[in-house]
């Protein structure tokens, strides 16, 4: 079973900046994408971004040019670097390991089949 920890959340203002952090073990050697997605309340999640075996990144149109995703493989640890965050940026962010054959914009909509626990981000304006 895939293990997460994840840090990094929390309040900051419009404009702001934060990273979150997620250290992951125990990963499925067939695995695909590791990624960021976020749910907000009473809204559908979100996949926010992923990145490929190869390190491609590949982002939503919502945050392409304020996040940035990287992953540290000598740590196990992925990232979501944020800038310029915005109200509608507050969620839950949870980073997910995305299993099987697709494309990257295919995985920002796939159900990742491991879910870390989330951690919260929230955007004041």
């Known amino acids: 079973q895939v293990q997460f920890v994840e840090s990094g959340g929390g309040s900051v203002q419009a404009g702001g900046s934060l990273r979150l952090s997620c250290v992951a073990s125990r990963l499925p050697n067939n695995f695909r994408y590791m990624g960021w997605f976020r749910q907000a309340p009473g809204k559908e999640r979100e996949g926010v971004a992923v990145?490929?075996?190869?390190?491609?990144?590949t982002y939503a149109d919502s945050v392409k040019g304020r996040f940035t995703i990287s992953r540290d493989n000598a740590k196990n640890t992925l990232y979501l670097q944020m800038e310029s965050l915005k109200p509608e940026d507050t969620a839950m962010y949870y980073c997910?390991?995305?299993?099987?054959?697709?494309?990257?914009?295919?995985?920002?909509?796939?159900?990742?089949?491991?879910w870390g626990q989330g951690t919260r981000v929230t955007v004041s304006s």
């Open positions: 997910v390991v995305i299993l099987g054959r697709m494309t990257p914009i295919q995985a920002l909509s796939a159900s990742p089949r491991f």
């Open positions: 990145i490929d075996n190869n390190d491609s990144t």
